[in-house]
């Protein structure tokens, strides 16, 4: 594996926490983004990820100094992947957004850049063709609040280059992941074919108007020990993130509660900007969230 220029496409949710963990793990970090307010918005996120490296990971000022140092930034995509040997997109999780996004990719990325989507849902196999190189593409799945929840899923397609396979592997293991390689493409992969439905149900139970978001999250917290229930997941994943998974789910099924937790969510949280965490309101508001204090679960 010798990559050492990684592009990073994309600076929402885990956009942001994929580059800066890179370029504290000495990758020269490329983030692109549509437009500089995106871009700006990602510089003022890695300052609060820098006091969660510091209480999480130990990390001195010096170690976080070098990471800004590996850090550019670009809306332009040419120049943004010009010496790119990794790029990961981690544009929205809607299928029209990242075939776009790989068609304009395709025309400007040089021969040796690699591709890497982080979808959360989306087999790479989708998008293979689209991208002009599909011997060079797969996914690298990375969960929330990377630095603590360490994990990256490496998943090819049929066509994909062992090599690069392997090669993808090694880099997630250069910026401290736990990697966990799949043999075989499967939708959600391994995180969130578990978690995936959990969060559905819950949002199911939800627009059956059985219980609201909080009695919900305080039954899985005082029944399972879990420090979140599923409201709270759903904040730190972001409700847009769960919302175009729910989208696409409901369309297909056209199960009248998966329709109505769709439109609540719409209406109450994308349609008012409230995403989670990244917005400082969801289910709950940040940065004290009610499932954090001694009386939640009394």
Do not use: C
Request: aromatic share 10%.
């Amino acid at each position: 594996m010798n990559y050492k220029n990684i592009t990073v496409a994309g600076s929402g949710v885990l956009g942001y926490q994929i580059a800066f963990q890179a370029a504290f793990h000495n990758f020269n970090v490329t983030v692109y983004d549509i437009n500089d307010e995106m871009l700006n918005k990602a510089k003022a996120k890695f300052s609060i990820m820098s006091n969660a490296f510091k209480r999480d990971l130990n990390a001195t000022e010096e170690q976080l100094t070098a990471a800004y140092a590996n850090l550019k930034y670009s809306s332009n995509l040419e120049e943004a992947v010009k010496e790119a040997d990794l790029l990961i997109e981690a544009v929205p999780e809607n299928p029209n957004i990242k075939i776009d996004f790989y068609q304009k990719l395709a025309k400007v990325a040089v021969e040796k850049t690699v591709f890497a989507t982080n979808s959360s849902t989306l087999l790479p196999s989708q998008f293979a063709e689209v991208t002009g190189r599909p011997s060079k593409f797969l996914a690298l799945h990375f969960a929330n609040d990377i630095w603590r929840n360490n994990t990256a899923e490496i998943m090819g397609h049929p066509g994909t280059d062992p090599n690069v396979f392997k090669d993808v592997i090694a880099f997630a293991k250069a910026i401290g992941m736990l990697a966990l390689p799949l043999q075989k493409e499967q939708p959600g992969y391994i995180l969130n074919s578990l978690l995936v439905p959990f969060l559905s149900a819950a949002t199911s139970i939800m627009a059956n108007e059985v219980a609201d978001p909080k009695v919900i999250d305080k039954t899985w917290m005082k029944a399972t020990g879990a420090p979140l229930g599923p409201f709270g997941i759903i904040d730190v994943v972001g409700i847009n993130t769960v919302y175009n998974i729910n989208k696409m789910a409901s369309e297909e099924s056209k199960d009248p509660l998966k329709l109505k937790a769709t439109k609540y969510l719409k209406e109450n949280f994308i349609d008012t900007n409230k995403l989670g965490v990244s917005t400082g309101e969801g289910f709950y508001k940040y940065p004290n969230p009610a499932y954090q204090k001694d009386d939640f679960l009394s």
